[in-house]
């Protein structure tokens, strides 16, 4: 408050004082100085900075998960490595759903519809089982993996002898009509 008061009695002395012209030319050389340090002190970034950062990031991701994908897909595993009698296992029921699946085709030649029945079913099991060796790559536990893929191969190889066996019933039937018929 005494300031204030003393501000107000003494305002026409403060008015009276004139600075000098100098003191501007000094002031205008002194400011520039000032400016170019406190630019220097601050961290600042621009738009294109952050863009080429940005898309730097991108890149090196992108590049990334291209080289993660391709080990991944590359990697084969060694059954026997895992378990050698599983191996031998998976290896003889992949031959013989081989051999069963060429049976089938050339059997049902005379009936078309009912092959593309027994191949859908067939091709489900074979999704199931692409996808546990999938698994199997990532798997902490491959070997109960390569278990559940044997079993799926088990059940292949009889769902193809059962389809089997209808087929043969299917055209004995067809043979003895065939027979009475004439």
């Known amino acids: 408050m005494r300031l204030e008061e003393f501000v107000k009695a003494n305002r026409e002395e403060f008015n009276d004082i004139v600075p000098s012209p100098d003191l501007w030319s000094r002031i205008e050389k002194v400011l520039p100085q000032q400016f170019e340090q406190q630019k220097k002190n601050e961290k600042s970034f621009s738009l294109g900075f952050v ?35 599983y191996a031998q296992q998976q290896t003889r029921y992949v031959a013989l759903i081989a051999n069963k699946r060429t049976e089938l085709k050339n059997i049902s030649q005379a009936d078309p519809e009912l ?18 060796r999938s698994d199997l790559v990532t798997s902490p536990n491959p070997e109960l993996v390569l278990r559940a893929m044997i079993r799926n191969l088990e059940i292949q190889t009889e769902v193809l002898n059962q389809q089997l066996n209808v087929i043969e019933q299917y055209n004995q039937m067809k043979k003895q009509n065939e027979s009475k018929s004439i």
């Open 115 to 132: 092959y593309n029945e027994f191949s859908a079913e067939t091709a489900k099991m074979d999704s199931v089982y692409k996808k546990l």
């Open 51 to 85: 863009l080429r950062v940005a898309a730097s990031v991108i890149v090196v991701m992108g590049i990334s998960f291209v080289i993660y994908l391709r080990s991944n897909s590359k990697k084969e595993v060694n059954y026997a490595s895992i378990n050698p009698v």
